[in-house]
């Protein structure tokens, strides 16, 4: 059974910074692209890093220079979040997409269509 456990989610002022982590089991971790996604109120959902199983990783515009994704060889993918916006304020979740020939940009762009989610945290940015 597939699990992805988001966690380190808060509140944060302006220009304060985040880490979140993801505990991911029940799948062969280095075979998978793995990936956040927020969605905000109101709003579609949104690819905001992806890291493909070369270890390779791709942003979305918004928040190149101030997120970095990560992972470790304990089966945790992490984002660190830095200089955080008002408009960073979503629910993020933490995805898996099983081996495919999808390139990461194309998974960034397609986020829902990703194979396996967390439940989310929140991260909420005040001015």
């Known amino acids: 059974q597939v699990q992805l456990v988001e966690s380190g989610g808060g509140s944060v002022q302006t220009g304060g910074s985040l880490r979140l982590s993801c505990s991911v089991s029940g799948l062969i971790y280095s075979y998978y692209s793995l990936g956040w996604i927020r969605q905000a109120p109101g709003k579609e959902r949104e690819g905001v890093a992806v890291?493909?199983?070369?270890?390779?990783a791709v942003y979305a515009d918004s928040v190149k220079g101030r997120f970095t994704i990560s992972k470790d060889n304990a089966n945790n993918l992490y984002l660190e979040m830095n200089t955080l916006k008002p408009e960073d304020s979503a629910m993020y979740y933490c995805a898996a997409n099983a081996p495919s020939t999808k390139s990461a940009l194309r998974q960034l762009n397609e986020p829902a269509d990703f194979n396996f989610w967390g439940q989310g945290t929140q991260v909420t940015v005040s001015s």
């Open positions: 890291l493909d199983s070369d270890g390779g």
